[in-house]
């Protein structure tokens, strides 16, 4: 390995760990959604780590097959019983409005209340989160036992929100390294009280955006926060011309829970990036698991869109969708723990300093096997089997083909990493290797 970047170094991980739960509790009620102040001012937040640029695209702008839509802002929102009491309340939970939801002021009787109320009998303790971003439409959510407990009768509703042209928000952030070279971090950023889907994700980036601040690496980085799906796919219409630096990439999402590791690997599934990223969580992350790419999830469906192909897997702890707590007011600041939070972010900093360490290779003498013995590199006496070092000199000199690159000739050879350095060393002095420029998709 080239000079190794050591990003870890005199990091208090567990104190790490405490600052981005503080971050997360700070964020947490803030309403955000796909536009609108909540995402702007969450983006804005980021700064206290790193001065992230935001871009403000104007609703009404066409972005690959999809349109930016109007800007929606919510002041507040409630339901009255007949006493005027707010029996539900926006201000007291978020996830209480249907995000998108139109403004309202009304009487209704329960009965034509109902469709617009949104429960979760199967966890009858907590509230669910609901979207309507592209049907006008309105509605609160509530936990199942107050559903159950409301009796019939009038109620006032009144939904104090604004749904207008304005703009699409999204924060960015590069480090420019020694090859234009790109790592992509990306993390969703739309989603109101809920901690481990969403602000984990844009905590440990941040946190991880200011730590590779200033270093000297071979490599550069960007990272993103944008609204999901709207947001991943504005930002991609609008750098198609830059699309073809990155070189990988990985969407940060659900990083808090107390669950193992989950990798999902990139659509072409057997890039630099799967290949780093599954040697990082076998060397640090026991019990881990990697999934296949399929085309559900988050962002990762629109970097690993076909006409994209970016090779961009996901890391979480426990995935999107397999938790019950996940879309629920059970994702809160309880179930996201600072060690965590911590632990994530050293198990990034492991990532890049492997990304960092990672070469591609090329076998300067590829016809036929170059004569080792009179170099110094081989056994002079035929007829006794080799040794982990010499066939480390010839899984290097067969793999080295340009398209594979120091943890792909390790994972394929099935030797030490240690030993594939070596013998990389040896067979660079002896000018019969060299590094090919960054590294290949
Ligand atoms: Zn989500």
Known sequence: MSSPVHLREGLDIPGEGRQLHDFVSRLYPWCRSITGNGLRDSLNALKQFIPVQLSEVPSGTQVLDWVVPPEWNIQDAWIADTTGRHIVDFRHQSLHIVN??????????????????????????????????????????????????LSDGE????????????????????????????????????????????????????????LLQGRRLRHSYRFLWAPGTIGAITWLAQNLNSLGNIRGGLVLSCLGDSGVFHYKRSRQEHASVDTVIEHVLADSAPGHVVEAFEPMGYDERQFCSPGFDLPVGRLSRTPNGQYP?????????????????????????????????????????????????????????????????????????????????????????????????????????????????????
């Open 100 to 149: 998108y939801s139109v403004p309202v002021q009304a009487k209704l009787p329960l009965a034509e209340l109902k469709p617009h109320l949104h429960s979760l009998p199967e966890n009858p303790d907590w509230i669910p989160y609901r979207t309507s971003y592209y049907r006008e439409n309105w509605g609160f959510c509530l936990s199942h036992n107050q559903l159950q407990s």
């Open 155 to 210: 109620y006032e509703v009144r939904i104090d929100s604004t749904l207008q042209p304005g703009h699409l928000t999204y924060a960015e952030f590069r480090i420019q390294g020694e090859s234009a070279d790109e790592f992509l971090f990306s993390a969703h950023s739309c989603h109101p009280s809920l901690a481990n889907d969403n602000l984990s994700g844009m905590a440990v980036a941040a946190r991880l955006a200011q």
């Open 325 to 441: 707590e996940y879309h629920t007011s059970a994702d809160n600041l309880q179930f996201v723990k600072p060690a965590e939070l911590g632990g994530s972010l050293d198990i990034l900093l492991r990532i890049v300093e492997t990304w960092e360490s990672n070469r591609m290779l090329r076998n300067l003498a590829p016809y036929g096997e170059p004569q080792l013995g009179k170099r110094g590199l081989y056994r002079t006496t035929g007829g006794t089997s080799g040794n982990a070092d010499e066939a480390a000199l010839l899984w290097v000199l067969n793999l080295a083909d340009g398209a594979h690159s120091l943890l792909d000739i390790t994972k394929r050879s099935g030797l030490p990493l240690a030993t594939v350095s070596t013998a990389i060393n040896h067979l660079e002095k002896a000018g019969l290797l060299t590094e090919t420029n960054g590294l290949q998709k």
